[in-house]
């Protein structure tokens, strides 16, 4: 079947680096824009994604942030879930209990309590900047706003990410969507979305998911590679992504994505 839609996710899948494309990314995506929608998909914020959009000369596409939470096209917003002030309160509290910060997103509004390794990481990769305030001052104003999350990143060690994970499981799991990211950082996303839904959403008439080959790495890239026509793993992906995909590229540092287009999308 000719692919109408090529969705990526971009941390350790389209980028080569930490935070950006490579020449040949671009040179492929160039090759292949006039025939396939390129549409991003990702746990980034929307302005950690746009400047690669416009790397990719992909602008007139939608892009879909926060693991599906948010959709976007250019200034439009086509859908919006956030994590209710009722459930941040709970995961502010089971965070304080173990010693974890939290890191709060909305829309392109991003609050850490204080300065650390990671959120200087996280300001270099994405090419974005935080508001360093207090937690409760936060989630005061959101409440005031009548708004929340998009997505929360809890940030810790180990040690106390390996309990607050099932803490967390346990007390908010049938309302949200948990993801550990690594071994000191879980991500906390509305349940009612995730990268599939929001592909889904973006489907227009004589289009289906048989038409979408998607790429991606991590635990939050499973449903999306399952469920597209083609699903597509890179070499630095988790085992468990590897072995729901229809094929492995090369890592992401080694031009994964980009080398299986070559390769596969003849156009």
Known sequence: MKYKILCSDLDGTLLTTKSDVSELTIAEIDRIKSHLKVILVS?????AMTYLQKDLAIEEQPIICYNGALILDGDKELSSVH?????????YELAEANNTQLGL????????????????KEIRYTKTSPVFRPTPETLSDWKGREIGAHKIMLMSTKESADILYPA??????????L???????????PKSVSKLSAIKSLLQEGESLEHVISFGDNYNDIEMLQNSGHGVAVGNAREEVKAVANAVTLSNTENGVA?????????
């Open 168 to 177: 967390l499981e346990e007390k908010l799991g049938e309302h949200l969507n």
């Open 43 to 47: 746990a980034r914020m929307p302005s």
């Open 179 to 189: 993801y550990r990211s690594n071994d000191t950082l879980i991500e906390v996303a």
């Open 83 to 91: 994590i209710g002030t009722q459930h941040l309160q709970q995961i």
């Open 259 to 267: 080398d299986y287009i070559k390769k596969h999308l003849v156009i």
């Open 105 to 120: 997103y909305y829309k392109n509004e991003w609050y850490v309590v204080v300065d650390s390794e990671r959120v200087q």
